[in-house]
């Protein structure tokens, strides 16, 4: 396990977009052509590196979306007061050259030998490399029972909506939508809480594996929930998008 | 450098009086962002203790003790491998080299071992000559748990995961073997200044 995650250098190289998708108003699902890419575990990431006229540069991390053995694609939230993500979003387009480097972290990844059941908590944008979990699941035939809780504001903010909608055997999908839910909404309203993981989880008896991403407010609630309901610690992954306003 | 990026323009600026002083590919926060690979894991204080330990020989210092020491005030800047910089951070905590000191270990090498299981690794010249500290305050109050408290080394010329949060104590040893990150593919040393984020850069 430790150790195996990269070996040599990660050198940076330029890849060519291939399609760029609307997932939302605001997200962007790029995929790329990338002539040398080593190939990725379900839940790394890559940098992208971008340069402007002046030789200023910006590189930022980016959750890879798409699962191991598919075309490498990341899925991108604008924020407004960002400098690389409005460009992902709003800028690029198909043909253009992005420059990156990766996979990066060897530790939020998944492989169906890891076990399971699996628990994946997601909260907005933190859903990208629990969907390249989920496709790696269902690309290796593995029969993992999973359980997929997904926080959103609204149902427009829901990531792979269609997707999740027609999602494979074995994989249970539940939303809560935490600022405002359509007439007639059946599912959860309500930030993720010790009460709503006890109805969703899977007991910790059963040596469920969890993985958690999102903002640092959710993974934190959430996280310590868990580890309150009786998961171990080591049985619960957590990868953080800091608020900082910087990606 | 690398191609031009088509219709990409800049549009932060680092704050005032930051020249010299964000290492590249790094921009300034002003927030404080909280990365870790698990639970955040509480510690009641009279259960944790701090060790400084080579070879099976350990110094150790409950929480009251540890509280007693001589504490330094620092203002430094931190700089996250996930690129963010935050200038002037304020902190309170025991210098490393009166640790190394009161236990009488030298080096060559540290391994931070923390609650969680969480390890980092060091050369021991970084953590001595005044760059390194336990610190268990941050900006007056006392060092939140979801930034490492109660206590946190505190190593800020390197990139923030050798400043390993909730540590509980200090190795010591012959040979510089990886630590948790570092056994991810994250630099052995990590220099910000040389942008040594990942192994090999």
Redesign the interface.
């Known amino acids: 396990m430790a150790g195996t995650a990269l070996r040599g250098r990660l050198t940076w190289q330029v890849a060519k977009v291939a399609a760029v998708a609307a997932e939302t108003a605001s997200v962007r699902t790029i995929t790329l052509d990338v002539p040398d890419w080593p190939g990725h575990r379900a839940g790394q990431h890559l940098d992208i590196r971008l340069t402007d006229e002046d030789g200023y540069v910006a590189e930022r991390s980016y959750s890879i979306a798409s699962a191991p053995g598919e075309p490498v694609a990341i899925t991108v939230e604008r924020l407004d007061d960002g400098e690389v993500s409005p460009y992902l979003t709003d800028e690029l387009r198909a043909g253009d050259d992005l420059e990156l480097r990766g996979p990066i972290g060897g530790y939020f990844v998944w492989e169906p030998g890891d076990g399971g059941p699996l628990l994946l908590l997601a909260g907005g944008s933190g859903i990208v490399p629990l969907r390249s979990i989920l496709r790696h699941r269902e690309r290796t035939g593995s029969t993992v029972p999973v359980r997929l809780l997904y926080s959103s504001r609204t149902l427009d903010d829901v990531i792979y909506r269609v997707e999740f909608d027609m999602a494979a055997s074995g994989v249970e999908v539940v939303h809560t939508l935490t600022r405002h839910q359509p007439p007639g909404w059946a599912g959860y309203a309500r930030r993720v809480d010790a009460a709503l993981l006890a109805e969703v989880a899977w007991p910790a008896a059963g040596t469920p594996l969890a993985y958690v991403c999102g903002p640092t407010s959710f993974v934190e609630a959430v996280s310590q929930a868990l580890v309150q309901g009786g998961y171990p610690p080591q049985r619960v992954k957590t990868e953080r998008f800091g608020a900082t306003g910087g990606t | 450098?690398?191609?031009?990026?088509?219709?990409?323009?800049?549009?932060?600026q680092d704050p005032a009086g930051s020249a010299g002083r964000v290492p590249?590919?790094q921009?300034v926060?002003k927030?404080f962002?909280?990365?870790?690979?698990?639970?955040?894991?509480p510690t009641a204080l009279d259960r944790w203790s701090f060790s400084v330990g080579r070879g099976g020989q350990q110094k150790t210092w409950s929480w009251a003790e540890f509280r007693a020491l001589p504490s330094q005030d620092v203002t430094v800047d931190i700089h996250c491998v996930?690129?963010?910089s935050k200038l002037d951070t304020a902190w309170q905590g025991v210098s490393v080299d009166m640790l190394l000191d009161l236990a009488g270990h030298d080096g060559p090498f540290a391994m931070a071992h923390c609650d969680?299981?969480y390890t980092t690794n060091l050369p021991v010249a970084d953590l001595t000559g005044g760059k390194a500290w336990v610190a268990y305050a941050y900006d007056g109050q006392p060092l939140a748990p979801?930034h490492g408290g109660p206590a946190r080394l505190l190593v800020p010329h390197l990139y923030f995961w050798k400043s390993a949060k909730w540590v509980r104590s200090l190795e010591l040893r012959d040979t510089n073997e990886?630590g948790?990150?570092e056994?991810?593919?994250y630099h052995i040393y990590g220099d910000p200044w040389r942008e040594q984020r990942?192994?090999?850069?």
């Open positions: 450098m690398g191609p031009i990026s088509r219709g990409f323009r800049r549009r932060r590249p590919g921009y926060t927030d962002p909280v990365l870790s690979a698990g639970p955040t894991p996930t690129r963010w969680g299981g979801e990886p948790f990150w056994n991810y593919g990942y192994a090999g850069d």
